[in-house]
């Protein structure tokens, strides 16, 4: 029969777990430490590397996409003030304010087109259109960092994911699963009939019927009824793969 511990051997067993905790957490102290020295290590070369490459930053998309990529991961955010140490430097805070501004023209000057919604890509290529900039000068991540930067105004912008592509909400419709399949859809062709959402979806007339309905109301699709086969298209302009000229 084993005999239960006594006393000394509880207070024993006691002390080590405290030894134990106490070798953890200096162990634990001692790599927090550590981390925060290597933090501060890469912040301080992360500023030498800006100072550096400063026109690279601001004039080569890929190259400032790569600069965003080497901040998060030290917790550094360049454009958190037009204020401090980065914008001083880099000026990269005034350039995705300018976007910004840019980005809220294009959207309110196409909304009677395309109901408030519009892809990315159309809209880097307008942003890009409009101000007569090389293709290849304002990229996709460029944009969807300054609406980022847009919140904070409380302007109803948003990213929406449809599929594969990413689109630019500037009203405040919302957009059910429903929605968003028959976007996904229309990307196709650019414009669907309610047979087809029908048979592609595995829908029922009515379903398909009231969310191309809703959608028409919201102003972001338009119908078309001049076909000799005599069925309705619902056209789609915010899927277009082509983008309308944004007049100055």
């Not at 981390?35 to 030498?48: G, P, W, Y």
């Not at 501004?101 to 009677?112: A, E, K, P």
């Not at 090389?134 to 409380?154: H, M, N, P």
């Not at 948003?158 to 699963?177: D, H, M, Y």
Request: aromatic share 6%; hydrophobic share 40%.
């Amino acid at each position: 029969m084993r005999r239960k511990p006594g006393i000394s051997g509880l207070k024993s067993a006691a002390a080590a777990r405290d030894q134990f905790r106490a070798v953890g957490e200096n162990v634990a102290r001692v790599k927090a430490d550590l981390m925060k020295e290597q933090l501060a290590t890469f912040r301080s070369q992360l500023e030498d590397f800006a100072r550096k490459h400063k026109n690279d930053i601001k004039k080569n998309p890929t190259f400032r996409s790569q600069f965003h990529e080497m901040c998060a991961k030290v917790g550094v955010d360049p454009l958190a003030s037009n204020k401090g140490f980065w914008a001083e430097l880099l000026g990269i805070g005034d350039f995705y304010y300018e976007l910004g501004v840019q980005i809220v023209d294009i959207c309110m000057l196409t909304r009677s087109d395309n109901g408030g919604l519009i892809s990315l890509h159309n809209l880097r290529l307008l942003v890009c259109q409009k101000h007569k900039t090389g293709r290849e000068s304002v990229t996709e991540d460029d944009c969807l960092r300054a609406i980022s930067k847009l919140k904070i105004l409380g302007s109803g912008f948003e990213v929406i994911s449809v599929g594969k592509k990413k689109f630019v909400r500037s009203v405040p419709t919302e957009l059910n699963k429903d929605h968003n399949e028959i976007l996904e859809l229309a990307q196709i062709q650019s414009y669907v009939t309610v047979e087809q959402v029908e048979r592609k979806l595995s829908w029922s007339s009515g379903r398909a019927t009231d969310a191309l309905k809703t959608l028409l109301e919201e102003g972001l699709s338009m119908i078309d009824n001049g076909h000799v086969d005599g069925i309705s298209r619902h056209w789609f302009p915010c899927v277009s793969t082509s983008s309308a000229v944004v007049e100055e």
